[in-house]
Structure formats: C-alpha cells, structure tokens
C-alpha cells in the first residue's frame, strides 16, 4: 500500500516592517515640534522640501528586506493594504504641503481672526480709532506690554506721548463690542523709574490694539508682544524688542538694541551701540552698527549682514562664524554663504553649505562639510587653515605672495600651476608641501573626495 502523497508546507509571505518603521519616523518629527524641540518653521520647512526623504528611506528598507529573504531562503515580505494605504497618503501628504509653500500662514491666520489660543475664533468683527496724549515726567524707561498688535514708535517733539489707536474686537454683538471697548482705553502708568503700558490683562486680552506711537527719544524703551510686528526708529536710548509671531525692525539707534522672536523677521539699521539677534529668523538683514553683532538664531530665508564695527558673531543651527570686524558684507541662505571685506581673525564652522570668502585680512580657519571652500585672502597674508570633508578648496592668492604650504587631499587632486611648487598626485593621497617666495604664514589644506586649486589672483 502505498503512502499517502505529501502536502507541500506552504509558508506565509511575512508583512513588511516599513510601514511600521515610517510611522515611528513620521511620529518621533511630529512628537519633537510637539514639545518644542523644533520650531513651527523648521518642522514646515522640512516638510516642504524634505519629505520625499521618508519615500527613499521606505525604498531602501524595501531593498534591504528583499536582499535579506533571498539570502535566507525566505519568501519576500509583502507591503500589504494598509502600507500601500499609508503610502498614499503619505505622497499626496507631502505634494499637498509643498503646494502651500509660499501661502502667508500668519495672514491667513489674522483674515479669520485665529489668535495663538484659536480664541475669539467665531464672531463678527468691530474696529474703533481713539487717539491720546499724555505727558511723561521723569522716568528712564518706556515699557509696553501687547498681547497682539503692530506697534510703531517714532519720536515725539516734546515729553508727551502722542498716541493713536486701532482696536479690533471680535464678538457676538455691538453691545458686547462696545463694552469692551470702553473697558479698554490704554494709558501709561509709572511705577518708580518705569512708565508702563500694559495692554495683556482683563478685557485688553479679547482685542488687537495696532499702535502709532510717539515717544520721548532719549528714555530706553522695551517692548514685547505675542504676536504683531515691533517697529522703532530715532531712539537716543537702549532698545528692547520681543516677538512670538511677527517682524522687529529697529532704525538709527543711539544705544544697545537687542531683538527677541520665536518666528519671522529682523531688520536693524544705522545702530550706535552693541546688537543682539536671538529665536527663528525667516529673514534678517543687520547693517551700520558701530558696536558688536550676536546673531544667534536659526534662519530659514536669507541673511544679509554689512558694515560692522567690532566683533561679529553669528550662531545657527549648522554654521558658527566670527570675525574681528565686517567692512563689506554676508549673505547667507539656502546653503551658501558668500562674503567680502572681512577682517581676522576669520573663523568659521558650519556644514552642508558652499563658502565664497573674497578680500579677507588677518587669520582664517575654515571648517565644512559637503560644499566647497573658495578663498580669496589680501596682503598682508596671516595664516590660513581649511578643512573641508566632501568637497574641494579654491584658494586665490596675491601674485607675490610668500607662504608655507601644507596641502593634502585624499582621494583627490591638487593643482597649483601658477607656482612653483612640487606636487605628488600619484598616489590615492595626493600632497603638495613647499616654502614659496620668502616664506611667511602657513596655508594648511585638507579635504577628502575633492580637488585643492591653488591661483594667483
């Protein structure tokens, strides 16, 4: 009797750890804006432009389970209903967010009145002017409070505020508006030297108040508000600006100027005295200060910085720069950073960015990751030192300029054809040492994966 004919053992097709994997990604991003790790404009702006990372990180995954089952014996894993659901939404997710990159979010959001705590999000709007004047006698400060609001200070001809306001209340009637309209008149109380004008508490909460105000110039003034834009101009004193949501512009200052805010943009101009930027800057243009420059906040736009007398330095999240003082300009954004007229000591440490340096002096030491080093010191020469992973190094040099080069770059070229100097690029590493001229500073180079140039100007 023969034996019963043998059921070949079927093993199931194993479902794909990817999904799983994307959702973890896509939960720790959103897990560090939530607590604050991140900033809003940070979190969108990955979004938008990097999102399509996730679709190559599911790839590889994919390629690596499929590698792994063939080497095993195993069958591959299958992606499933739910992971190509996933998939989907995830393409359509980041085509949608980066479709909305240019909408002015913060204008959207004060068109339907959607205040930080969504408060006062239903109703109808109602607008009142008022306007007053009120002397201000002794006292060394001006100090305003706004919960949210533009605000902008010119000065006043005599020791008066001269003020106008524009309240906007949203409610659910003209009665309700008008109550809080009459429970809100602002006014300046002085508490010893400080003349304050508090506008965050009680009824003063449930309505813009928009601000032309005209202050006496020689008292310093600080101003704060959650969300609005801060603007000064003509102040003979120290100046204090902080924003949550909105822009701080501060013009032809005779002291201190600091600049605080979470989200959007700086302009500071003509400052006699020290400047500090600190928060998220979308955009920031700093120019015509006598005094030292602290930049030390993330931008996500342009940065434009000129003319700046003493020390400079600016801290984001990949680039930290200083320098002893700016005759010309900085620009940086979207992964360059161009600038001229630099005084050294130079030095610079930042990555994923290209470096345009022209007609530095003094000292220079460069560190990079993953962009090009271009350099184009004047005499009189001081030391020079670059190291640049990823990418090449220009160097331009004064015609009859004497140095002492130390030049290595690993898996790459060197070219120095405008000197006289000896090159070994036979080898994996290629390397260039020599005395040129009478000798002088070092110029010390390396870099892996790129190629060194060395010119005369």
Do not use: C
Not at 361 to 388: F, M, Q, Y
């Amino acid at each position: 009797m023969s034996a019963p004919p043998q059921v070949p053992y079927y093993r199931p097709r194993p479902r794909s750890i990817v999904g799983p994997l994307v959702l973890i990604t896509i939960g720790v991003l959103f897990l560090l804006r939530t607590t604050g790790v991140i900033s809003f404009a940070s979190f969108r702006n990955w979004l938008v432009h990097y999102w399509p990372l996730l679709l190559i990180f599911w790839g590889v995954a994919k390629l690596l389970e499929y590698v792994w089952a063939r080497q095993h014996g195993e069958p591959t894993p299958r992606l499933g209903a739910g992971g190509i659901m996933l998939l989907v939404f995830v393409i359509l997710f980041g085509t949608g967010v980066t479709r909305t990159a240019d909408w002015n979010w913060r204008g959207i959001g004060d068109e339907i009145g959607v205040d930080d705590n969504w408060d006062n999000m239903f109703g109808q709007h109602y607008d009142y002017t008022d306007n007053f004047a009120q002397p201000l006698v002794g006292g060394s400060e001006i100090k305003i409070l706004s919960a949210q609001g533009d605000i902008t200070v010119t000065p006043s001809e005599d020791n008066q505020v001269h003020a106008v306001v524009r309240k906007s209340v949203r409610t659910d009637s003209q009665e309700n508006a008008n109550r809080l309209n009459d429970s809100t008149r602002p006014k300046f109380i002085q508490q010893g030297n400080v003349w304050l004008l508090d506008l965050t508490s009680g009824d003063f909460e449930k309505a813009r108040f928009d601000l032309d105000l005209q202050l006496p110039k020689q008292l310093a003034l600080s101003m704060a508000t959650r969300r609005g834009n801060l603007s000064v101009s003509q102040r003979e004193g120290n100046v204090d600006l902080s924003t949550d949501r909105g822009n701080l512009s501060a013009e032809n200052v005779k002291g201190a100027t600091s600049l605080h805010l979470r989200h959007g943009s700086v302009n500071v101009k003509t400052v006699t005295g020290n400047v500090q930027v600190d928060g998220e800057v979308e955009d920031g243009s700093v120019s015509d200060v006598t005094g030292t420059l602290e930049f030390d906040a993330g931008y996500n736009g342009n940065v434009q910085l000129s003319h700046i007398g003493e020390h400079l330095h600016l801290k984001s999240v990949r680039t930290d720069l200083q320098l002893a003082k700016l005759d010309g300009e900085i620009s940086m954004g979207h992964g360059d950073i161009r600038a001229t007229a630099l005084a050294g000591p130079v030095k610079l440490n930042t990555r994923f960015n290209e470096v345009h340096f022209d007609e530095v002096s003094g000292a220079v030491e460069v560190e990079n990751r993953n962009g090009i080093v271009s350099i184009r010191p004047k005499t009189p020469l001081g030391n020079i030192d670059i190291n640049n992973e990823r990418g090449g190094i220009e160097l331009e040099l004064p015609p009859v300029a004497g140095f002492r080069l130390d030049a290595e770059s690993k898996d790459g070229t060197i070219d120095v054809n405008d000197f006289s100097i000896n090159v070994d690029n036979a080898r994996r590493d290629a390397t260039a040492r020599a005395t040129v001229g009478k000798g002088g500073p070092d110029i010390r180079l390396r870099t892996d994966r790129g190629t060194i140039q060395i010119r005369k100007q």
